[in-house]
């Protein structure tokens, strides 16, 4: 009864910006941690970015000091906002939720679809 809605992806240049969104619906008490990952065609998915219930960020070396996650805890929503991409970012970016569904359950981990993101030089 939890689902997560991705929005954003595209085609952008290098250089350019792209703002992913990630709202979560359904039976949602709380959302923990936040992150987006990324996968690209033959490789492992890999975390680009996280954010706690309380506003610490974590993020690969690769994009730090150009994307920034960020979160509206009132509308369940998480966001990446992806500044200066390169074609290396390129991949399928997927958004990852730890929800807890009542005051008196486990937080369970739940994925988006995945949105594309192509980043042309």
């Known amino acids: 009864q939890v689902q997560l809605a991705e929005s954003g992806g595209g085609l952008v240049q290098a250089g350019g910006s792209l703002r992913l969104s990630c709202a979560a619906s359904?039976?949602?008490?709380?959302?923990?941690?936040m992150g987006w990952y990324r996968q690209a065609p033959g490789k492992q998915r890999e975390l680009v970015a996280a954010?706690?219930?309380?506003?610490?960020?974590n993020y690969a070396d690769s994009v730090k000091g150009r994307f920034t996650i960020s979160r509206d805890n009132a509308k369940n929503t998480g966001y990446l906002q992806m500044n200066n991409v390169k074609p290396e970012d390129t991949a399928v970016y997927y958004c990852?939720?730890?929800?807890?569904?009542?005051?008196?359950?486990?937080?369970?981990?739940?994925w988006g679809q995945g949105t594309q993101v192509t980043v042309s030089s």
């Open positions: 990852n939720a730890e929800v807890r569904r009542s005051a008196w359950s486990r937080s369970i981990s739940y």
């Open positions: 359904g039976s949602i008490f709380s959302i923990n941690a």
């Open positions: 954010i706690t219930s309380g506003g610490s960020t």
